[in-house]
Nanobody, 120 residues
């Protein structure tokens, strides 16, 4: 499978911005949909954003629409999520995901996660 490593997490003020990166290695393929999920303490992992390999179309969870933007640079095997107007509810461990399919529950390859903490 694809190996994924997230970076860019940390602490940020409410209303601030942060950009997360996910770099793929190993047996990578352009025919993988890339996505971001997050998991807050005591809560289930939830979908955040996805970018499709074939069309490049992006999809977002309702609470992040207009604030988060997912993008990719295929030559660098990297996917990003730009997060603006951050709220305390955005605090979570963020995970990168790569999969050839959209499945429930989500499967495929996962990164180790990166912590994002939003506070005043």
């Amino acid at each position: 499978q694809v190996q994924l490593v997230e970076s860019g997490g940390g602490w940020v003020q409410v209303g601030g911005s942060m950009r997360l990166s996910c770099t793929a290695s190993g047996q990578t393929s352009r025919t993988h949909n890339m996505a971001w999920f997050r998991q807050a303490p005591g809560k289930e992992r939830e979908f955040v954003a996805r970018i499709m390999w074939n069309t490049g179309n992006s999809y977002y969870e309702d609470s992040v629409k207009g604030r988060f933007t997912i993008s990719r640079e295929n030559a660098k095997n990297t996917v990003y999520v730009q997060m603006n107007s951050l709220k305390p509810e955005d605090t979570a461990v963020y995970y990168c995901n790569a999969d050839k399919y959209i499945r429930d529950p989500p499967q495929g390859s996962w990164g180790q996660g990166t912590q994002v903490t939003v506070s005043s």
